[in-house]
């Protein structure tokens, strides 16, 4: 399963948010380095399509999708040279499909930090820099014998992609925000990277900030472009999601003036951003999420619930999930004839609710 790494500098929030995420009680401090490894976890992934689907069918169970987290330790400026945890660090972003940043923009005199005052512009700045670094580092290893192969096409090829990429690099752009295009960004694929993996923002408020989230993620695509970016306050997130009662949480959050928690919109992000999709089978037994990945074909789709379904596959009956609630559920769906017969080449759409057809 594809891998988030969340990545800040030391008392960031990053830590605070993985706990929110995942419900794994790390410690959070405010002094630098707290984390010194990494800490895994899954985080739910919320779907309000998956709770009508249970009230609908009356099902006894709700399995919701899941999406592997690591809290990374904080990067220090200097990281690419071996400042702070250094290459540990790098290490373990090495190993993650998809980086969340963690940006402060809260003010706490009793939280150390290395930016004063907090700006997160800056803080992207540094992390950006340190990996960018890193890269150039790799790239300028793997050069020498990409050009001494370049007499070979594919090699060629790959000599010119990694000029290019160190071009970018030097003056100071990541991988995922320059003009390489698609044949080059596959044939650095094999060299790991860091700044062409894909990317999501969190920008971490204050309370008092609240009302203001949507100016300070507009601030942050004028400065990156197009990225998913969300503004939130770490601290009040991580309170919500350790609240059990539905009536506690209400509350708190109609005492900050906010109709939804920020941290499902960053769970949902993180797993479209790591290409993952989802189709539902549903039941008085269990309604379920199941994660696929985009463009996966229906027999790869019923190979995620038991091999035996993708081996046997002989067809899968399928709904959209919105044709399904119009029809009142999928008893009343089949009897009225909107269900269909999908085989071996149907891709799955997000959404889809299935029963697979198969032999043992």
């Known amino acids: 399963m594809e891998r988030l790494g969340i990545v800040g500098l030391p008392n960031s929030g990053k830590s605070g948010l993985f706990r929110a995420l995942t419900g794994i009680d790390v410690e959070v401090a405010p002094h630098p380095f707290t984390t010194t490894g990494s800490n895994v976890g899954v985080a739910q992934v919320p779907d309000p399509r998956l709770d009508v689907l249970a009230e609908l069918a009356k099902s006894r169970k709700v399995v919701r999708a899941g999406l592997n987290v690591i809290d990374i330790a904080g990067l220090a400026a200097g990281a690419s040279h071996g400042e702070g945890l250094g290459n540990r660090f790098l290490a373990q972003i090495r190993e993650v499909d998809a980086i969340l940043y963690v940006l402060r923009a809260f003010e706490d005199a009793g939280v150390a930090y290395a930016i004063d005052p907090p700006d997160p512009l800056a803080d992207l700045d540094v992390l950006e820099t340190e990996l960018c670094l890193t890269d150039l580092e790799t790239i300028e290893a793997r050069l020498p014998k990409a050009r001494k192969g370049a007499s070979d096409d594919t090699q ?205």
């Open 156 to 360: 060629k090829r790959v000599a010119a992609a990694l000029e290019a990429a160190a071009s970018a690099l030097e003056s100071g752009v990541p991988l995922y925000r320059s003009d390489l295009d698609p044949d080059m960004r596959a044939l650095l694929r094999e060299h790991f990277l860091l700044t062409d993996k894909k990317v999501l923002y969190v920008v971490n408020i204050g309370e008092d900030e609240l009302a203001e989230r949507q100016a300070v993620e507009a601030k942050i695509m004028s400065s990156v472009g197009e990225v998913d970016v969300t503004a939130l306050c770490v601290a009040l997130e991580d309170e919500i999601a350790q609240l059990d009662d539905p009536s506690e949480r209400a509350e708190l959050l109609a005492g900050y003036e906010i109709d939804e928690p920020a941290l499902p919109r960053v769970a949902r992000a993180a797993y479209h951003t790591l290409g993952k999709r989802t189709f539902f089978t549903t039941g008085d037994k269990e309604s379920r999420a199941w994660t696929i990945r985009e463009g996966d074909a229906a027999p790869a789709a019923a190979g995620v619930i038991h091999s035996d379904f993708e081996r046997g596959f002989i067809r899968a009956e399928v709904i959209a999930y919105d044709d399904l609630v119009a029809a009142g559920g999928w008893d009343e769906a089949k009897r009225q004839g909107d269900t269909r017969l999908e085989g071996r080449d149907y891709v799955v759409s997000d959404g889809d609710v299935i029963e697979f057809r198969f032999n043992v």
